[in-house]
């Protein structure tokens, strides 16, 4: 098993910036990779931006390409949402998980609330 606990949501102005967390613990040696989700109000979940574990490769949806990061420090099991330039319709609850490399995203973190006001 692999317990998530994400962290850093908040309110922020348009063009304001956060950075999110998510710390892994237990079983880390079985994460292929990790991402992040959101889910807007009346929306499903979407893929946001994931980092493999091997090789650090990212890939992210193209609505926050050039605005936010996302990086791991492999010493704290700790990955790290870094979001830039926000907009109001990056509101959401966001949600790390870990995904192994045949079940996918199992392991889900509680999600973290990002409001952005105009």
């Known amino acids: 098993q692999v317990q998530l606990v994400d962290s850093g949501g908040g309110l922020v102005q348009a063009g304001g910036s956060l950075r999110l967390s998510c710390a892994a613990s237990?079983?880390?040696?079985?994460?292929?990779?990790m991402g992040w989700f959101r889910q807007a109000p009346g929306k499903e979940r979407e893929f946001v931006a994931t980092?493999?574990?091997?090789?650090?490769?990212?890939t992210y949806v193209n609505s926050v390409k050039g605005r936010f990061t996302i990086s791991r420090d492999n010493a704290k099991n700790t990955v790290y949402l870094q979001m830039n330039n926000l907009k109001p319709e990056d509101t959401a609850v966001y949600y790390c998980?870990?995904?192994?490399?045949?079940?996918?995203?199992?392991?889900w973190g509680q999600g973290t609330q990002v409001t952005v006001s105009s």
């Open positions: 237990g079983r880390t040696n079985s994460i292929y990779a």
């Open positions: 980092i493999n574990w091997s090789d650090d490769s990212t």
């Open positions: 998980a870990a995904r192994r490399a045949v079940l996918g995203y199992v392991y």
